[in-house]
């Protein structure tokens, strides 16, 4: 009998699981030293759809790894440290989850994070593109509305661009709605299922409140407040931790459900649908974030926005401006890097 410790965390990491799955999935975290990479590894290395977990950052590492690889699971886990050891974390990867960067502090946006962070997922996009081309790329680094575009600039660069393989993690705005809808109206969050359009930060997080299900009706005033909770949520976690991080334990759990989504939908598991930033041709920004069926090669279908209210409409054109000038500024900080 398994312990509670042995089950996956949280009724969405369970229920992503499928009893069929082929585990063997060998999954990277490069910056799995950090504030969100230690959790996750530790989730991921929790699961029994893991086989083999390699753990990459510029500090820390092999301690990280030493500590998870005594965890009664079947993952096996090594720690790689250092630009020189990136190659070997990285081939005969399936997965690729990339939380690597600098956090937010109060007063910062995730835009704000911009320089730094840009060069540091750009450096090592390029390295999975050298090194497991093929595998799926996950990336949770702020600003996701401009490091998927880096991301993608970075790999036609390297000749090995597919649009079906490169994810921004805003599964975080997911998991928010839904708890936020469930305390609202008295459900269990578990079976409440928010779609989030759009993009990662502020005003572009749309939560499409009217599909979700189970249905909910809320006064438009309400559902202003909701909306804006759901859209600045990260701020709240900011400045509740006052200067000593940003989200990291939530956003560890929802990047692991993530991943497990992707990785049961890589062993043929039918129905798997996630939202994600990803290449779109839903609106005229050439990244948009819609629910996504999941399949063996990655994206199988984008579901597209379907039917939205007139709030919601009004969001999404509130949207655009700010989507488009972060994507470009992703796609020309490619173009001028030497």
């Known amino acids: 009998m398994l312990s509670a410790l042995a089950?996956?965390?949280?009724?969405?990491?369970?229920?992503?699981?499928?009893?069929?799955?082929?585990?063997?999935?060998?999954v990277a975290v490069l910056g799995?030293?950090?504030?969100?990479?230690?959790?996750?590894?530790?989730?991921?290395?929790?699961?029994?759809?893991?086989?083999?977990?390699?753990?990459?950052?510029?500090?820390?590492?092999p301690g990280?790894?030493?500590?998870?690889?005594?965890?009664?699971t079947r993952a096996t886990v090594k720690g790689y440290l250092g630009p020189e050891q990136l190659p070997d974390c990285l081939k005969g990867c399936d997965v690729v989850v990339i939380p690597a960067g600098v956090p937010r502090k109060p007063g910062m946006t995730r835009d704000d994070l911009f320089n730094t962070n840009?060069?540091?997922?750009?450096?090592?996009?390029?390295?999975?593109?050298?090194?497991c081309p093929e595998a799926m790329i996950c990336i949770i680094s702020n600003p996701v509305?401009?490091?998927?575009?880096?991301t993608a600039e970075v790999f036609k660069k390297h000749g090995v661009y597919n649009p079906n393989k490169i994810f921004g993690v805003t599964?975080?705005?997911?998991?928010?709605?839904?708890?936020?809808v469930a305390e609202l109206k008295g459900l269990d969050p578990a079976r409440v299922n928010v779609p989030v359009i759009g993009g990662h930060a502020g005003k572009t997080i749309i939560?499409?409140?009217?599909?979700?299900?189970?249905?909910?009706?809320?006064?438009?005033?309400?559902?202003?407040?909701?909306?804006?909770?759901?859209?600045?949520?990260?701020?709240?976690v900011v400045k509740a931790k006052a200067g000593a991080g940003s989200a990291t334990l939530s956003m560890a759990y929802a990047g692991a459900?993530?991943?497990?989504?992707?990785?049961d939908a890589m062993n043929g598991k039918e129905g798997v649908v996630e939202c994600s930033f990803v290449k779109s041709q839903e609106t005229d920004c050439p990244y948009f974030s819609t629910p996504l069926l999941l399949g063996k090669k990655g994206i199988e279908k984008n579901l597209g926005i379907g039917k939205i209210s007139p709030f919601e409409e009004k969001m999404i054109a509130e949207a655009i401006p700010e989507l488009k000038a972060s994507i470009k500024k992703g796609e020309e900080f490619v173009k001028n890097m030497k």
């Open 207 to 236: 939560p499409v409140i009217s599909q979700c299900t189970p249905k909910v009706d809320f006064p438009q005033d309400q559902l202003a407040t909701l909306t804006g909770r759901i859209q600045e949520a990260g701020t709240e």
């Open 7 to 26: 089950r996956p965390a949280g009724a969405a990491l369970r229920r992503s699981f499928s009893t069929s799955a082929q585990n063997s999935a060998k």
């Open 145 to 150: 509305n401009s490091t998927i575009p880096i």
């Open 118 to 131: 840009a060069t540091i997922v750009a450096t090592l996009t390029a390295a999975c593109a050298q090194h």
């Open 64 to 72: 990280v790894a030493a500590d998870l690889s005594h965890i009664e």
């Open 32 to 61: 799995a030293s950090g504030g969100i990479g230690q959790p996750l590894s530790l989730l991921l290395k929790n699961s029994p759809l893991v086989s083999r977990l390699t753990l990459y950052d510029i500090a820390h590492t």
């Open 171 to 180: 599964t975080l705005d997911i998991v928010r709605a839904n708890t936020f």
């Open 257 to 263: 459900r993530f991943v497990f989504s992707l990785v």
